[in-house]
């Protein structure tokens, strides 16, 4: 198993441009999420969705649109990347999302800067 | 709202020394609580988890009791090898809100020989 695939790893941006950072994952999971992670601030949550064509707002969704199509792909776009959205992104799932106690398997991340 | 507190970094410490890392919660529902442990380069990975008070999940040789109380969920471990330099994040869950982990800021560790 493949787990949670994210790509590109590493990418750089000039500011206005815009791209997706996709991710792929092969488990059947029905939630999946998209973090960022700033030195010293841990993660915060971007968007995150709970099934095919059902996605809502976590706690920094500014400047970040997403999808969900299928089960297995929920790919991130950055319409106008900014400075501030310089950071390293990670996508994870998971199968029990609601119990609480669900245990989110995560991608190896993608790390963008934006110029 | 819901927040988790870690103690700052870095740890620095050598081979064979006693760690604790500690972690306070705030939560308004009744909450899950995790360990993750992030080595150089990789994704986050799942170190042990406790899902009601008293609980004491444990991996690894790390261990962390759910401590009600006094909203805690510290991380220790009686040894600490070089392999277990990395960044470890406390978070938390609450139920019925999809499955969201709150995590708090990480704390790096670094074990010298």
């Known amino acids: 198993n493949a787990g949670v695939t994210q790509t590109p790893k590493f990418r750089i941006l000039k500011i206005g441009q815009s791209m997706t950072l996709q991710c792929t994952q092969d488990m059947n999971h029905n939630y999946m999420y998209w973090y960022r992670q700033d030195p010293g601030m841990g993660l915060k949550l971007i968007y995150y969705?709970?099934?095919?064509?059902?996605?809502d707002k976590g706690e920094v969704p500014n400047g970040y649109n997403v999808s969900r199509s299928t089960t297995e792909d929920f790919p991130l776009r950055l319409e106008l990347a900014a400075p501030s959205q310089t950071s390293v992104y990670f996508c994870?799932?998971?199968?029990?999302?609601?119990?609480?106690?669900?245990?989110?398997?995560f991608g190896a991340g993608s790390r963008l800067t934006v110029l | 709202g819901n927040s988790v507190t870690q103690m700052e970094g870095p740890v620095t410490l050598s081979e064979e020394a006693f760690l604790t890392i500690n972690c306070t919660y705030t939560a308004t529902g009744y909450p899950s609580l995790f360990w993750y442990v992030q080595y150089p380069g990789e994704g986050l990975q799942l170190l042990l988890k406790a899902t009601k008070a008293d609980d004491k999940g444990s991996n690894k040789g790390f261990e962390a009791t759910y401590r009600k109380e006094t909203t805690s969920f510290h991380l220790e471990k009686g040894s600490v090898q070089v392999s277990d330099s990395a960044v470890y994040f406390c978070a938390l869950s609450i139920q019925n809100q999809g499955g969201k982990l709150i995590f708090g800021q990480g704390t790096e560790l670094s074990v010298k020989p």
């Open positions: 994870a799932s998971s199968t029990t999302g609601n119990s609480g106690a669900n245990v989110l398997t």
């Open positions: 969705s709970v099934g095919a064509g059902i996605t």
